[in-house]
């Protein structure tokens, strides 16, 4: 299996990473080897074999239910927004379409 | 009496009941350690000195008043940088949380807070826990203590050195393919993974869910079994937490009647080092003569679980990395549309390790591959937990050496991403079938060192400290 600099790109930007050319070159070259190591599992009898999935345990559900946190602790959250408007989080616009 | 840093933490609570030290003593010895060699070495990020002092002035007032909280109480310890400690930064060694101060307090961190330990800094490490050397670090490379031109192991190199070097007197590190053992086992310590499911990861930053683990990093086995008194337990916060009954030290002098499997897969693989295979061997002997029984055992899918490995991981990481979108925390580059302020945010702030994860997992996840790779990981990862459930039906214990070969040079693999994979090849089955191992040093002889690593069952870390404290006395004596 090998992808090529195009679909590496594609990746890129499905994971929102803006990466410039050199980059990319070295990924896909990187890529090349990892897939090929990771790929032996393909060749392992998965026959009726069913993924492996933790078992749930239903003491840990919980109400789905806001909590209060004291004033220091809101003060650090709010302290590590990146801009911030008052109190509230300032963002860009949301309704955009991705330029690339 | 050895210099009070150098000392461990079973001998330090010794010395604090007796009143001959303080923990101020304790921790000033530590934080004088830490002034002189943490230039060269650079195993911590932050060291809380102001802070430490005074948690320390605490704990001697609560011996004091005869209201000492625990066998932790004073004990100087570190954190490594991807657990929360409120009010202090947290970065997880990258560049994209530069300034990100934690608003909550880990499940772990606190209980060790809540037991009255001092916590000295917090500890160097791959960027996100994603490498093998600690030189993925956003924050410059940790050196290996006996040789500056080689590296420490990782992700938990930082804590590995700090204890390593006696900065400390032990450290919390986390685990997901090999960070706690890799690195202890290349510093020569005690490092511990516990059962997943078995400490919470509340306030951990998650690497891999399903497969991350907190365990201590200490100088003896006696106290990783204290750590780990102190920070299990069932977490309301962390619904991976496991009601199973609590770990509780179960001390034997004699191996008589425990039967340990020697994995073929493991013994007989090429490429490891004859160092490593001496001195790991040397130590075989010493279990055997302490009353073990020695079998070899087929345990099947070994190279396969690395590549199950390398798919799961990267697949959860690229969903819990998403988080770092320089929306809420982190870096944010400013002025320019969502797509833009994400994509270039995220370029920026992550090192070349992290992307080439995020980017592998995306590629796992996708549609048309998912079958391939994800889906057919989780199924051989059935296969591997059910060749462990196996193999301890007939054995107590599977043995193997920690790592193919000793600690590396600096910027040897760092060109080679699967070379550095490699690295983990006897420590991740142990993640992706979810029970407890320990690094432990063999035969200390000045060189470079040497860990065995002993795997238990599921949630038997009893077992495992157990048969390793009565290897550690063996190997003391000689």
């Keep these: ?100 | 009496m050895k210099p009070l840093n150098e000392i461990t933490i079973a001998e330090a609570r010794k010395l604090l009941d007796e009143g001959v030290v303080t923990s101020k003593e304790l921790t000033k010895a530590c934080l004088t350690q830490i002034q002189s060699l943490d230039g060269a070495l650079h195993a911590f990020l932050e060291v809380y000195a102001d802070d430490a002092l005074a948690a320390a002035d605490q704990s001697d007032q609560r011996r004091a008043d005869g209201n000492v909280l625990s066998k932790l109480d004073g004990i100087p310890l570190a954190i490594k940088d991807n657990m929360l400690l409120q009010g202090k930064a947290c970065t997880a060694g990258s560049k994209i949380l530069q300034g990100h101060i934690a608003a909550y307090n880990s499940t772990a961190v606190r209980k060790l807070i809540e037991a009255g330990a001092v916590i000295l800094g917090r500890t160097n490490m791959d960027e996100f826990a994603m490498g093998s050397s600690t030189e993925h670090s956003a924050y410059g490379p940790t050196k290996h203590p006996r040789d500056p031109e080689r590296v420490p192991g990782g992700s938990s190199g930082g804590s590995a050195v700090a204890v390593a070097a006696n900065m400390c007197l032990g450290a919390l590190g986390s685990d997901t393919g090999g960070s706690i053992r890799q690195p202890a086992s290349m510093c020569g310590i005690f490092g511990l993974k516990p059962t997943y499911g078995r400490v919470s990861r509340y306030g951990l930053m998650a690497m891999a869910s399903s497969l991350d683990q907190i365990g201590p990093m200490t100088k003896c086995t006696e106290d990783a079994a204290i750590i780990l008194e102190t920070i299990q337990g069932q977490d309301p916060s962390d619904q991976t937490t496991s009601n199973e009954a609590a770990f509780k030290p179960d001390w034997k002098t004699s191996l008589k009647g425990l039967k340990i499997g020697l994995p073929k897969q493991a013994w007989q693989a090429g490429g490891i080092e004859s160092r490593v295979l001496e001195n790991t061997k040397a130590a075989l002997a010493e279990l055997e003569k302490a009353g073990a029984q020695m079998v070899e055992i087929d345990l099947p899918y070994a190279d396969e679980a690395l590549a199950v490995y390398y798919i799961l991981m990267p697949c959860e990481v690229s969903a819990n990395l998403a988080r770092f979108d320089g929306m809420r925390y982190g870096l944010r580059k400013q002025g320019m549309p969502l797509f833009e302020t994400y994509a270039q945010s995220r370029a920026e702030g992550f090192g070349d390790e992290v992307m080439r994860r995020i980017l592998l997992g995306t590629f796992a996840l996708s549609s048309g591959y998912i079958d391939a790779y994800y889906v057919c990981a989780k199924k051989v990862q059935a296969l591997i937990r059910q060749a462990y459930a196996k193999a301890f039906q007939e054995v107590d214990l599977v043995v193997t050496p920690t790592c193919p070969a000793t600690a590396f040079r600096m910027g040897e693999k760092l060109n080679d991403p699967l070379a550095m994979y490699l690295e983990d090849v006897f420590t991740v089955s142990v993640n992706v079938a979810g029970v407890p191992a320990i690094s432990m040093p063999c035969q200390e002889d000045g060189g470079m060192p040497v860990g065995l690593q002993l795997i238990g069952k599921w949630f038997d870390e009893a077992t495992v400290l157990s048969t390793a404290r009565v290897l550690e006395s063996e190997l003391s004596k000689q």
């Excluded at chain 1, 897939?35 to 999935?53: A, H, M, N, S, W």
């Design chain 1, 1 to 100: 299996m090998k992808l090529s600099k195009e679909e590496i790109a594609h990746l890129a930007k499905l994971a929102r990473l803006d990466l410039p050319e050199e980059k990319l070159e070295k990924i896909t070259k990187d890529f090349g080897s990892i897939l090929e190591y990771v790929g032996r599992i393909q060749k392992v009898d998965i026959q009726g074999v069913e993924p492996f999935t933790m078992p749930a345990k239903s003491e840990g559900w919980r109400p789905d239910k806001a909590f209060e946190v004291d004033e220091a602790t809101r003060e650090l959250i709010l302290a590590n927004f990146p801009e911030r408007a008052g109190d509230l989080l300032a963002a860009p616009g949301v309704f955009e379409t991705p330029k690339k």
